[in-house]
């Protein structure tokens, strides 16, 4: 088995403990301006996955899987025990994960532009093709690894995108944090994968944010924090009518 990664991370504000988990080929600057402001509310965590930001690539590969375990030795070790978990993009997926094989570590679950299958993307990542300078520049400015191996961790997501199994929907049922789905109405994550990922979760309740694309977090930066922020500290009104939620037999302030 790989062994666990140490991922660098900044920490900001006091209360009760946020874990921010970035998107992939980037890393937690990524919330810079959005959701970092939520350490007004919150002792906010803010690290960076294996092979991204500051923290260095370790040998084999880079799978959901094993950021996941990463993460959950993070939870474990430095924020100390369970936390609410926000998680963009790959983040997400890393969260679900996360969240499904260690419910007791999660205490609510935020999952923006997050995808469990990598189907439910418009495009999967490639290895191969250039890369947008600006991302590469960001990489080498805090990178342990330096510029030149930003190819190798990019071929890396890029197998695992192609070769790791994805969940059955039913396993997502695991999960037992109440759950925010949030994606923008022109996302890289289709809209129909976004519906079955919420439908798929039993405490789930879903978003779509308008004229927003996957860069949801710099297009409506106010928005979304607001959003997130309300969802991580109050509890769910009941609904009026409630028909799906009626279905599942969960209770609606669940």
Known sequence: MTDIVDMWYDERGAGDPVVLLHGGLTDSRCFTGNLDGLADTFRLYLPDRRGHGHTPDAPGPITIELMAQDTIAFLERTVGGPARLVGYSAGGTVALWVAMHRPDLVERLVLISAVYDVDGLVFKPQAGGEMPAAMVDDYAEVSPDGRDHFPVVIGKIA?????????????????????????????????????????????????????????????????VRAMIQKFLTTEAAPTYLPIARARRGTPEAG
Request: aromatic share 2%; no cysteine; proline share 8%.
């Open 159 to 223: 197998e695992a995108a192609a070769t790791e199994p994805s969940p059955d929907p039913a396993d997502l049922r695991a999960v037992t944090a109440r759950t925010l789905v949030l994606a923008g109405d022109d996302d890289l994550v289709t809209l129909d994968h976004t519906v079955r990922l919420f439908r798929a979760l039993p405490t789930a309740e879903l978003t779509v944010l308008p004229n927003a694309s996957h860069l949801l977090l710099m297009e409506h930066a106010e928005t």
